[in-house]
């Protein structure tokens, strides 16, 4: 059986990787992905990055590295680095030959005594590359596979206690801009489970994990972003409201999720209350305002203050995609 083997970051995977692959698996019975940790280029994780390659890929062998050497370059210590892992990564495969776009492929090559082979290294198939993409999405979106493009375009999160306007902006937003709209699943959890205003812990964990697929779901468009109203951030809020805690399991999804908080609207409680029978009171506003808060600087996530009326929000919306 011939063996091929590539590997990279693919932060994110592109047209130019799918290319590689592609040829790789004409030549090859079978096809070993190496994937890299890349924390110090990306926040999206290495399973999301591999899981890529695996929906548009199938056949691939993946292997994740994550305590893979982070150091790049040609010195001789950086190549005897980068080798000596991949050969105790790779000590039960034999490479027949060895896949890249890259210099390095006759430094891997040489070093599992495989055949080097070059896919499009003046990058005229494809030309672009990763840092190219990471710096506008939107831009390159053409260079993506859909469903790269819908995990990482534009998500642009609205927070904010009841009664601040974070569902009325978020789907005015979709509509205004032209982006798909993502609902808040626990509204209507909480009508159909609520008792005496609350849920349980075990409701809380179903949300967050719900509310993540939904947005996946409803990522799954043509559009350039998705607008998305709520997010785990607000079901911790609601636990640390109801209970002054969290569980492992709702801290588990909150914390996998945090990658993606990266365009945050943390809408003002400068409306005026509704009183609402699905509400409990303008306290409740201030509390969870402040929970908000607090779970957003816990959590290093940067956000952009909405205030005003409705058309001032959306004008400051417009500010900060444009930007």
Known sequence: ???????GKFAPFHKGHEYLISCALKEMDQVV???YNASETTKIPTYVRANWIKSIFPSVR???????????GYTKEII????KYLKNKLKHIKVDTFYSSEKYGEYVSTALKCKNRTIDIKREQFPICATEIRHNIVKYRSFLSPV????????????GGPSTGKSTIALLAA???GGSYCEEYGRDYWMKHQTNHRLSMSDLEKIAFAQNEMELTRSNTETDYTFCDTNTITTLAYSIYYFNKSSKKLLQIVEKSLYKYKNVFLCNDDFPFEDTWDRSGIGSREKLQEINIELLHKYNIMYSLLSGTIENRIEQIKGVINA
């Open 1 to 7: 059986m011939k063996i091929g083997l590539t590997l």
């Open 33 to 35: 992905v190496i994937v």
């Open 62 to 72: 993946i292997i994740l590295a994550e305590d893979g050497p982070q150091e790049t």
């Open 80 to 83: 005897d680095t980068q080798n």
């Open 148 to 159: 790269v493009f819908n995990s990482i375009k534009p998500h642009y999160y609205f927070l």
């Open 175 to 177: 509509q205004t801009l």
